[in-house]
Each structure stands twice: as C-alpha cells, then as structure tokens.
C-alpha cells in the first residue's frame, strides 16, 4: 500500500505530465479495490513462492530496484508517442508505426530469452511438469472463462500479476522478472485502478443485477413490450458487445 501511494502520487506530478486516471484518488482505492488487491497479493505470494527460505524475501536490491523501474516505467513510456496504440488486429494491421514492430520484437526477444531460462532451469530442477501444471491451473482460472469474451481487455496490471507469480524460481533474473512484474501490477493499480478485465460489460452487469436507481430507466425501457407483445424480462441479456473495427480492409465504420 505503501508503494501505490508512492506511485499514485509521483505519476501526478505536474512536471511529468504523464497519462492517469485524474478521478482516481487513494480514497477511491480504499472504497473500491483494496479488498481485491489484497487478495491479489495473497495469490502472489503463494504461487510467487516468495515464502520459500531460497528466494530470501523481496528486501534485497536484486528484487527491489527491478520492481521500482516496473512501477515507472510504463507511465514513463506513455510519453513514447510511437506506443500510443492498443494490442488489436486492427491497430496491428492498420496503425502500428515501424518503430512499434521494432519495439515489439526487442521485448519480445527478452521475453523469449527469460521464459527460455526459466523452462530449463525448470527442466534441471525436475519441476518443469509442476510448473507447467501450474501455469494451466492459473490460467484456466484466472482467464480462460473470461478470455473469449468480446469485453475482455488484458490491463497491464492484470497481465503483470498474472505472469509475475510464475517468476518464482530462486535464480537471479527470475527474481528481477518478478520484481518488474509486481512494479507493474502496482503502477497499473495506482495510475488508472483495478479496472475489471471485462470493462463496461462487468459494470454493466452489477448495475442491472443490483437493481440500481440509476438503471431505473434503461431497465423499464426493456420491460416495455416489444413489437410483437412479448416483455423483455431479463435487462441483462441485452447489452450490446464490442464490435471491433475490421481489421482486413482496415475499416473502423463498425466501431462504436
């Protein structure tokens, strides 16, 4: 909490400059994502093994220093004007500049590199099948039932939480992979909050489902007949997905 409160508080600094939520306050955090982010970091530190005698905490300079860059860093990079563009096919086809391949491929390479280290340390270890294992639980878990979903926005801090507990090996470069990670899950949470991976829809759904006052209007509307007499009785069947650009003739007539 301590180091949200940091980050929440340098990416806002005015000399910066640098793009956040600005109705997004540490009471807001308190009020609506504590509870979560509290259970977030359980599920880190078991599946992080950052319990085990070998990995000896996260108070040494191997672990902290990556974690202070993580929570920096992808605030840092929003000034990039060539990273200003989302993770879509059409973005991809259409809007991607040469230097943002270029970007990708470099990251790409040392992701490659660190997954590489860790599937045969893994492998010399004899828990190559555990881990793998692993892996598939949190991953059926955490986003498969959600993954299909034309809602489903991966946020950074999501990402970031759900790959850095699976740095958990004892080496050094798995110890500062996981550090970065859990950098960038706290400046995801203190720069924009715990946004639901399902966006809109997730919010919608509450808002419907809870009765609330302010849907009043939206909900009588559905109950009202319909053309050929029938009622509308569940609001919550109605809500109208994501209709994403096509990206084969790089067409955006479709987006909302």
Same mark, same amino acid.
């Given at each position: 909490?301590?180091?949200?409160?940091?980050?929440?508080?340098?990416?806002?600094?005015?000399?910066?400059? =640098?793009?956040?939520?600005?109705?997004?306050?540490?009471?807001?955090?308190?009020?609506?994502?504590?509870?979560?982010?509290?259970?977030?970091?359980? &599920?880190?530190?078991?599946?992080?093994?950052?319990?085990?005698?070998?990995?000896?905490?996260?108070?040494?300079?191997?672990?902290?220093?990556?974690?202070?860059?993580?929570?920096?860093?992808? @605030?840092?990079?929003?000034?990039?004007?060539?990273?200003?563009?989302?993770?879509?096919?059409?973005?991809?086809?259409?809007?991607?500049?040469?230097? #943002?391949?270029?970007?990708?491929?470099?990251?790409?390479?040392?992701?490659? +590199?660190?997954?590489?280290?860790?599937?045969?340390?893994?492998?010399?270890?004899?828990?190559?099948?555990?881990?793998?294992?692993?892996?598939? &639980?949190?991953?059926? #878990?955490?986003?498969?039932?959600?993954?299909?979903?034309? @809602?489903?926005?991966?946020?950074?801090?999501?990402?970031? +939480?759900?790959?850095?507990?699976?740095?958990?090996?004892?080496?050094?470069?798995?110890?500062?992979?996981?550090?970065?990670? =859990?950098?960038?899950?706290?400046?995801?949470?203190? &720069?924009?909050?715990?946004?639901?991976?399902?966006?809109?829809?997730? @919010?919608?759904?509450? @808002?419907?489902?809870?009765?609330?006052?302010?849907?009043?209007?939206?909900?009588?509307?559905?109950?009202?007949?319909?053309?050929?007499?029938?009622?509308?009785?569940?609001?919550?069947?109605?809500?109208?997905?994501?209709?994403?650009?096509? +990206?084969?003739?790089?067409?955006?007539?479709?987006?909302?």
């Amino acid at each position: 909490i301590f180091l949200l409160y940091i980050t929440h508080g340098f990416v806002r600094l005015e000399s910066l400059d =640098w793009e956040h939520d600005r109705s997004y306050g540490m009471r807001e955090f308190f009020l609506y994502d504590l509870h979560q982010s509290m259970l977030d970091t359980i &599920v880190f530190f078991v599946i992080g093994r950052l319990y085990l005698e070998e990995r000896r905490g996260i108070d040494q300079l191997v672990y902290i220093l990556p974690m202070l860059v993580g929570m920096i860093y992808p @605030s840092w990079t929003s000034t990039w004007g060539f990273l200003r563009h989302s993770v879509s096919m059409y973005e991809i086809v259409c809007m991607w500049p040469t230097a #943002l391949f270029e970007y990708v491929v470099g990251v790409a390479a040392l992701d490659i +590199w660190i997954i590489y280290k860790h599937v045969r340390h893994a492998h010399q270890d004899g828990v190559l099948l555990c881990k793998l294992a692993e892996l598939l &639980v949190c991953l059926s #878990l955490f986003m498969a039932p959600m993954a299909s979903d034309p @809602s489903f926005h991966l946020h950074h801090w999501y990402a970031a +939480w759900l790959l850095g507990m699976h740095a958990n090996q004892k080496y050094w470069w798995s110890k500062m992979s996981q550090g970065f990670l =859990w950098g960038m899950y706290i400046n995801g949470i203190a &720069v924009w909050g715990r946004d639901p991976i399902l966006g809109c829809k997730y @919010s919608y759904y509450m @808002s419907v489902t809870n009765l609330c006052n302010y849907m009043q209007c939206y909900i009588d509307f559905f109950k009202e007949d319909d053309d050929d007499g029938s009622a509308s009785d569940d609001p919550t069947s109605v809500y109208k997905p994501f209709v994403e650009p096509d +990206w084969h003739n790089c067409d955006a007539s479709s987006a909302p």
